[in-house]
């Protein structure tokens, strides 16, 4: 039985033609008793065809896809499309415009909040929505991230792992024609309440992304991002395929679980010893930690846990213990 909701909006979801608008969660902080949280939505609708859902701004410091999508918005002739996009640019609205990760009215990280709450926090009544109301519509869905503030990840397409052999293929197929740099395999440890392993439980075709990072615009990634969501709408038969789309024949990548991360012992400042694509192997030493207030401190050296490639590393210098300061990524077996 579909939860109760307080979510509204004015877009007919079964109308034809474009409609940008809202949707509307009711917010009542100190300043704004009976307010709402108006997040953009935009549906395209034309003839027969699939529904994708297309997101971005899941974290509000991830700038490449909601420049891409907004591009969409205002680029895509309706009379292009057979059938339907659902277009949310800006997922986490209040994160998107405090250029934030998370939320700054929960604290929230949205892509740990699904399958979300129609009643709890704004955070997690953004995606009991997502999960309730737009999921069930679409066949398809594309999730655009980039490495954030923390993080600069190669460009890459992501394949959300699915336990169905041939769901996994599907979604191989459609990650290979976004066409990236990089198709790379990320199941994020077994994290379940990730927009793109929720989508997978609903049964749709997914796509992910990791676009560079750094908290900035990559004009480069942006154009791998541009190209990459029309290759895949022409993939699955919305848009007319580019005709420059050839689809990647790259070998599949994976982040190879908790081995694949390197991650701070202590406080300090990490100085890497490699640039992102370097080629590393298990054992290698991977960069070191200094101590900048205490200089007869050495530095404490890290160490790769796999062979592979630096897949991303952390942005700012400054760590404290448990910080993500590089990812690697090696060949996977599977080459659907
Ligand atoms: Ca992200």
Request: with cysteine; glycine share 12%; hydrophobic share 40%.
């Amino acid at each position: 039985m579909a939860r109760s909701s307080t979510v509204y909006t004015t877009i007919d979801f079964d109308k034809n033609g474009k409609q940008t608008g809202f949707f509307n969660i009711p917010h009542s902080p100190h300043d704004d008793a009976w307010g709402a949280v108006r997040l953009p939505i935009c549906v395209i609708r034309n003839g027969q065809g699939p529904t994708a859902v297309l997101m971005a701004g899941n974290h509000g410091d991830e700038y490449e896809g909601p420049i891409a999508l907004g591009e969409l918005i205002r680029g895509l002739d309706p009379g292009a499309v057979s059938g339907r996009l659902i277009i949310l640019p800006a997922l986490n609205l209040p994160a998107v415009l405090a250029g934030r990760r998370t939320s700054p009215v929960d604290g929230l990280n949205l892509n740990r909040t699904f399958p979300g709450d129609p009643h709890g926090t704004l955070t997690q009544q953004i995606t009991a929505y997502v999960s309730d109301v737009i999921y069930p519509m679409g066949e398809a869905m594309i999730d655009l991230h980039s490495g954030g503030s923390s993080l600069d990840i190669l460009p890459s397409a992501i394949v959300e792992p699915a336990p169905d052999p041939a769901h996994h293929a599907r979604n191989i197929a459609a990650v290979r024609a976004f066409d990236a740099p990089l198709s790379v395999i990320v199941d994020n440890l077994g994290e379940p309440r990730t927009s793109t392993a929720t989508a997978v439980r609903a049964g749709m075709t997914v796509v992910g992304t990791e676009m560079a990072g750094g908290g900035t615009v990559s004009t480069g990634a942006l154009e791998i991002c541009r190209r990459g969501v029309r290759n895949v709408l022409g993939h699955l038969g919305i848009i007319a395929a580019p005709s420059d789309a050839a689809g990647s024949t790259r070998p599949l990548m994976r982040v190879p679980g908790p081995a694949g991360f390197v991650l701070a012992t202590r406080d300090g400042v990490f100085e890497p010893f490699h640039a992102n694509g370097a080629q590393v192997h298990a054992g290698d030493k991977a960069g070191q930690i200094h101590d900048l207030g205490d200089p007869s401190r050495p530095p404490e050296v890290l160490h790769f846990a796999a062979d592979g490639m630096i897949y991303g590393r952390r942005q700012p210098g400054r760590v404290v213990a448990g910080n993500c300061c590089l990812v690697v990524a090696c060949p996977a077996e599977e080459q659907a």
